[in-house]
């Protein structure tokens, strides 16, 4: 990490171009400064590469999509939506170590090359010198046209996963584990159907069922030399838990029910009796309001009531769909026992509204 490109060389402006960038990231308000959450993620990357971490420059940024680049200049940043998705820290590793291997190779710069007069490059070159040095908030628009600079080609995909796959497995990694995001992130890529393109990630990062099967391959060889069966589940688990209801909500603010559907039920395969989990799928059901999502909607946040620590607002979510569902009964108890469970909230006016409608 501690490279730097010659002067004047292509590599150099683009180096320079990214510093910039990486200067507005700083002053990001979707920048997450959170200290403890930081020093994981920055030691799951030392696990990776050693000591190169020294000089690695990590930022983790608050926007709900599965996303994290290794840009020319070294930086590296992660996504909050991808951290909602990783069930532990081995696919966390393997997204890293993946990315590490296009920046070690330097695949960006071959990118750029062959995009530099094209107006993927200017539209991020005229997005960017907004931002230089001045400090600008990051912004979506910013980052897409980033992304679209910098995606790769099919042959760079498979390099990375290849690389990828040794530095995780070279960490002490589950080997299985690598497949099992990539298989996680195109079935919720695949479960949307309005979408005209890929989501970010799976854009700059194109996928298919080759590589897919090939990682499974190399995961079935590797197994049988090193047992290594490392999820780090627990260190990461504790490391998200604090925003995993911020992150949640901001997923389901996407709009995107049916990914959101996917990426919940992915959690709670591993969490069956999560009772914040059960909530937010209730919500992702009644919010998509399709054919039978008020039932499932009704069943999630009956779930999640039955489970200890269940959030107060399933009892709300579960009165809002079962008077939708003209389930008046349960609509009516649910939102009383909402009301008594949270006498300050500041929707009890609605929501004393509803119980009336249904009937209490
Ligand atoms: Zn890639």
């Known amino acids: 990490m501690d490279y730097k490109p010659l002067a004047n060389s292509d590599e150099a402006g683009l ?62 940043f992660v996504f909050t939506g991808l951290l909602l998705r990783t069930q532990n820290e081995a696919q966390l590793a393997f997204v890293l170590g993946h990315e590490f291997t296009h920046f070690f190779r330097r695949h960006s710069l071959n ?62 990694y589950d080997p299985r584990q690598g497949a099992m995001i990539w298989r996680a992130m195109s079935e ?63 997923e389901l603010n996407r709009g995107e029910f049916y990914e959101s559907i996917v990426v919940i039920d992915h959690l709670i395969a591993d969490e069956p009796s999560s009772a914040s989990l059960q909530y937010y799928l209730g919500e992702a059901y009644r919010r998509r309001n399709g054919k039978g999502d008020l039932d499932s909607a009704i069943q999630s946040y009956e ?14 979510g579960l009165g809002m769909a079962a008077l939708k569902a003209e389930k008046n009964d349960v609509a009516r108890d649910a939102f009383a026992k909402y009301l008594e469970l949270a006498p300050q909230a500041d929707d009890k006016a609605m929501v004393q509204i509803y119980l009336t409608k249904a009937g209490g």
């Open 15 to 76: 180096w320079h171009i990214f510093d910039q960038e990486e200067d507005g990231i700083r002053e990001s308000p979707l920048l997450v400064r959170d200290e403890a959450l930081n020093t994981y993620v920055k030691r799951v990357v030392c696990n990776l590469i050693g000591l190169q971490c020294d000089a690695s420059r990590v930022y983790i940024l608050d926007i709900p999509v599965f996303n994290a680049e290794c840009a020319p200049n070294g930086m590296v």
């Open 111 to 172: 990118a750029y090359e062959s995009r530099r007069d094209t107006a993927t490059a200017f539209a991020f070159l005229s997005l960017g010198a907004g931002a230089a040095g001045a400090g600008v908030a990051v912004n979506l628009a910013q980052l897409a046209a980033l992304g679209a600079l910098l995606s790769y080609s099919r042959d760079q995909e498979r390099e990375a996963d290849a690389g990828g796959f040794d530095l995780a497995v070279a960490a002490g």
């Open 188 to 250: 919720e890529d695949s479960a949307n159907p309005h979408k005209d393109k890929p989501s970010l990630f799976l854009a700059n990062h194109p996928a298919d069922k080759e590589r897919l099967a090939t990682m499974s391959q190399k995961a079935d060889e590797a197994e049988t030399k090193t047992h290594s069966d490392e999820l780090g589940t627990q260190g990461f688990q504790a490391a998200v838990a604090p925003y995993r209801d911020k992150w949640l909500a901001e």
């Open 303 to 316: 779930l999640a009531v039955g489970l200890p620590d269940v959030p107060v607002a399933a009892y709300r």
